[in-house]
């Protein structure tokens, strides 16, 4: 545990750049220095993938389908064989999207570990066997370890979800949507063990953030074995995590709804303006995280797109989830759809990587806005049937203006006395979002 003058320290250096977010929010984000690369990457992958794979009904079904820990061990985790793993063909799909990060699960709420633990804590119900891939069943490849190098081969930042419940371990049972704690006792021993594993996990694979899920009983000072993890157990974990390793990346779910970690994160909705500090929201393609057999009705390629274009323009990062099956490969569904969000990508990524929220005050019918030193750029998700588009009056000199992807074809446009009027080609360069590039001077910004 951390002494107290350094908890006293880290969250004095967390309040202040709390502050100066929120006074420099209806500008830009004061970002981090370490969160620079995230901020600018935009769009990352999300994966899901444990023991509850093979079962492909969910990664809540242990939970959802009240399986007891010896069954739920023996009858599901016990046919988990994920031999047709492939690091390549994940990050390569990754890439093909326009990705620029991954964040895969070490260990979700089943307690399962996807690498091998020597924390003798996290058993089986017998006790004689660690709860994780080699120990438990046998399989000696390190897949994390596999994605983490295939990740460094591509360029794409490697990333770890981990999660505080533990509906597997002996001092919790799954119970009220959250889990209870045998006694005071065995959470203090369960906090050191928990430590212990995300020790491990820094050391070992060295990941740009960790995502942590299973956070959400009540936001209570005093704890109780129902509502076992506080406050002040959050203080201290990110505290430790920054004292193994300063550079790293950590999201709200120490203990969420409190503003704590470096970043706030929706999960399957978009905030209907920009927040207060960095965002990320994460979405399912289908309705289901982990593998679920049972459903396979996808989002279309344009929602994605205009999910991502939506949270962009508000200042947020799209993490995007993918289930691979219990033996690790992808649903064959998700290559078309992650291939044709790439397509999109190639010809307007300008306007995603690196770019921010829209310098205007209201969103059009038609439409969205994104930003970036430089660039204005119009997400136009109706083209108009006319070739007429305005837009609302920027401060900035305008230099050119031009469909994205073909900058040696210039837009005619006038300014008028309350706003811009494009003259566009009349048929969509893209019939999901077509992109018109305004180049200007400076940042834009919104003359009124």
């Known amino acids: ?104 699960t070490a260990k979700h709420h089943e307690g399962f570990a996807m690498w091998r633990t020597e924390v003798a804590g996290f058993s089986d119900v017998t006790g004689s066997k660690i709860y994780d891939l080699y120990h438990f069943l046998g399989f000696e490849r390190d897949l994390l370890m596999e994605l983490k190098n295939e990740c460094d081969r591509q360029g794409i930042k490697f990333c770890l979800y981990y999660s505080i419940l533990d509906w597997n371990h002996p001092s919790q049972k799954a119970e009220n949507y959250y889990s209870v704690i045998s006694s005071l006792d065995a959470k203090r021993e369960y906090v050191e063990e928990m430590n212990m594993q995300l020790k491990e996990l820094v050391t070992r694979y060295k990941p ?49 709804d409190l503003v704590m970690g470096d970043f706030s994160c929706p999960e399957q909705k978009i905030p209907d303006t920009a927040l207060a500090r960095p965002w990320e929201t994460c979405q399912t393609m289908n309705g289901s995280w982990g593998y679920d057999a049972r459903d396979t009705s996808f989002k279309p390629v344009s ?101 994205a992807g073909k900058s040696d074809k210039k837009l005619a446009y006038t300014v008028g006395t309350d706003s811009i009027t494009i003259t566009l080609p009349l048929e969509a360069p893209d019939d999901i979002d077509g992109v018109v590039e305004i180049e200007v001077d400076g940042v834009p910004e919104a003359a009124d």
Not at 317 to 346: A, H
Not at 386 to 401: A, M, T, Y
Request: aromatic share 14%.
């Open 208 to 256: 740009a953030v960790l995502w942590f899920d299973g956070d959400w009983c009540k936001n209570l000072d005093t704890v109780t074995l129902g509502d076992w993890w506080n406050k002040a157990d959050a203080e201290q974990l990110y505290s430790y995590l920054m004292s193994l390793d300063s550079s790293l990346i950590i999201n709200e779910r120490v203990k969420r």
């Open 1 to 104: 545990m951390m002494t107290d003058v350094v908890l006293k320290k880290t969250f004095t250096v967390l309040l202040v750049s709390f502050v100066l977010i929120c006074n420099t929010a209806k500008s830009q984000y004061a970002i981090p220095g370490k969160m620079k690369w995230w901020y600018d990457d935009r769009f990352g992958m999300f994966i899901h993938f444990g023991s509850y794979s093979c079962f492909g009904h969910g990664e809540w079904v242990m939970y959802n389908e009240k399986w007891e820990k010896e069954a739920y061990q023996e009858q599901i985790t016990r046919k988990f064989n994920p031999a047709n793993f492939d690091a390549k063909t994940i990050v390569d799909l990754a890439k093909t999207a326009g990705m620029k990060y991954i964040v895969i």
């Open 303 to 403: 929602r994605m797109i205009h999910e991502l274009v939506q949270v962009v323009s508000r200042d947020g990062n799209y993490l995007l989830n993918v289930g691979p099956k219990g033996d690790g490969s992808l649903q064959e569904r998700l290559v078309p759809l992650l291939t044709s969000i790439g397509d999109w990508m190639k010809t307007n990524g300008e306007s995603i990587y690196g770019a921010t929220r829209s310098p205007f005050h209201e969103e059009p019918p038609w439409g969205l806005y994104t930003k970036k030193n430089g660039k204005l750029f119009v997400h136009v998700f109706q083209w108009p049937e006319g070739g007429q588009l305005s837009i609302p009056l920027i401060k900035n000199k305008i230099i050119d203006v031009y469909v």
